[in-house]
């Protein structure tokens, strides 16, 4: 890299630091009202024992809030819900001993990772459905345990990619970017796996609700409108309000190069990330810069990060 590019870079890092503004119900930005009401609920789980301190930061509760649009009530509903439901599901036992043995098998048919950042420091969260076969997906996996390891996956976004985002961008973040490639995809193989979609947004939803900032379905062919009228259903009207629905390349790829960087998307849809042994096992990005093997692309991309890293960023826990 040169030094001109480097400078630029450096700048451009510090410039995009300088001007981030919190986005509103978030730290930094509450109304008086939205203050009170972080108080109220903080207080209140305190008061009945259910508060766990590290885990249940400001961040973490007004995530909640927001999803309730900061009704004290519903929101603590809402939260105790989650809380039984953890412990329910062995959430804290699983994030110490799950392993994902199968993880290579089960990417051939149905890959889902993380995969870099996008331009606003978002984790950019990756699933291809075009090729699913469902047969061979439950012959090496269950619905069990891609449950698991979805979860594994949000507990390592709270506790690791969003802070390692954070740090690298120069400020809070906390959500993530979805691509949903749906190339190549059939309804039959859609209602076969719809088990698990509709398991996975029901966890999504009300146990990790706004995690997600932006979620592109690209490849869209045109019998998806009745595939998303199946999925729209089982999602509030927030959420639907931040799903963008592309078709081929020619549509989706400049929608998605305006919010990551081509270095950081991979070369299938777009971009010039080719990382050894595939994207979709690297697991490359700020969390873990080398990523699970060797690739020049992201190399390169880790550098121009780290020359974009302002001096003074803000981290957000989890």
Same mark, same amino acid.
Request: proline share 6%; charged share 20%.
């Given at each position: 890299?040169?030094?001109?590019?480097?400078?630029?870079?450096?700048?451009?890092?510090?410039?995009?630091?300088?001007?981030? =503004?919190?986005?509103?119900?978030?730290?930094?930005?509450?109304?008086?009202?939205?203050?009170?009401?972080?108080?109220?609920?903080?207080?209140?789980?305190?008061?009945?024992?259910?508060?766990?301190?590290?885990?249940?930061?400001?961040?973490?509760?007004?995530?909640?809030?927001?999803?309730?649009?900061?009704?004290?009530?519903?929101?603590?509903?809402?939260?105790?819900?989650?809380?039984?439901?953890?412990?329910?599901?062995?959430?804290?036992?699983?994030?110490?001993?799950?392993?994902? =043995?199968?993880?290579?098998?089960?990417?051939?048919?149905?890959? !889902?990772?993380?995969?870099?950042?996008?331009?606003?420091?978002?984790?950019?969260?990756?699933?291809?459905?075009?090729?699913?076969?469902?047969?061979?997906?439950?012959?090496?996996?269950?619905?069990?345990?891609?449950?698991? !390891?979805?979860?594994?996956?949000?507990?390592?976004?709270?506790?690791?990619?969003?802070?390692?985002?954070?740090?690298?961008?120069?400020?809070?973040?906390?959500?993530?970017?979805? @691509?949903?490639?749906?190339?190549?995809?059939?309804?039959?193989?859609?209602?076969?796996?719809?088990?698990?979609?509709?398991?996975?947004?029901?966890?999504?939803?009300?146990?990790?609700?706004?995690?997600?900032?932006?979620?592109? @379905? @690209?490849?869209?062919?045109?019998?998806?409108?009745?595939?998303?009228?199946?999925?729209?259903?089982?999602?509030?009207?927030?959420?639907?309000?931040?799903?963008?629905?592309?078709?081929?390349?020619?549509?989706?790829?400049?929608?998605?190069?305006?919010? @990551?960087?081509?270095?950081?998307?991979?070369? !299938?849809?777009?971009?010039?990330?080719?990382?050894?042994?595939?994207?979709?096992?690297?697991?490359?990005?700020?969390?873990?810069?080398? #990523?699970?093997? #060797?690739?020049?692309?992201?190399?390169?991309?880790?550098?121009?990060?780290?020359?974009?890293?302002?001096?003074?960023?803000?981290?957000?826990?989890?």
């Amino acid at each position: 890299m040169s030094a001109t590019v480097a400078a630029n870079t450096t700048m451009s890092g510090a410039a995009a630091a300088s001007t981030y =503004s919190p986005p509103p119900g978030r730290l930094g930005n509450l109304t008086p009202a939205q203050a009170e009401a972080l108080a109220k609920f903080a207080g209140e789980l305190r008061a009945e024992g259910a508060f766990v301190e590290g885990r249940h930061d400001d961040a973490t509760l007004l995530r909640f809030l927001r999803a309730r649009k900061f009704d004290v009530p519903k929101t603590k509903e809402m939260f105790l819900a989650c809380e039984k439901w953890r412990k329910d599901f062995g959430v804290d036992e699983l994030v110490k001993s799950f392993e994902f =043995s199968e993880r290579a098998e089960v990417d051939k048919y149905y890959p !889902q990772y993380y995969h870099n950042m996008d331009k606003s420091g978002r984790p950019i969260y990756i699933e291809r459905i075009g090729n699913l076969n469902v047969k061979a997906l439950y012959a090496c996996t269950s619905l069990e345990r891609l449950l698991q !390891q979805l979860v594994v996956e949000y507990e390592s976004f709270l506790t690791m990619r969003i802070p390692a985002c954070s740090a690298t961008i120069g400020h809070p973040v906390e959500t993530s970017l979805t @691509i949903l490639d749906l190339g190549g995809v059939s309804l039959s193989n859609f209602i076969r796996v719809k088990d698990y979609i509709a398991a996975a947004t029901h966890i999504g939803q009300n146990y990790y609700p706004e995690c997600m900032g932006a979620f592109y @379905i @690209i490849n869209a062919p045109w019998a998806f409108t009745a595939v998303w009228a199946a999925i729209k259903p089982w999602l509030d009207e927030v959420t639907v309000k931040k799903v963008h629905i592309l078709g081929g390349p020619s549509a989706y790829k400049p929608e998605l190069l305006a919010q @990551i960087d081509k270095e950081a998307l991979p070369k !299938q849809f777009g971009g010039a990330c080719e990382c050894v042994g595939g994207c979709s096992l690297s697991d490359v990005g700020p969390w873990n810069p080398a #990523g699970c093997k #060797g690739s020049p692309t992201a190399s390169a991309l880790m550098e121009k990060m780290a020359l974009e890293q302002p001096a003074h960023g803000q981290i957000i826990s989890a």
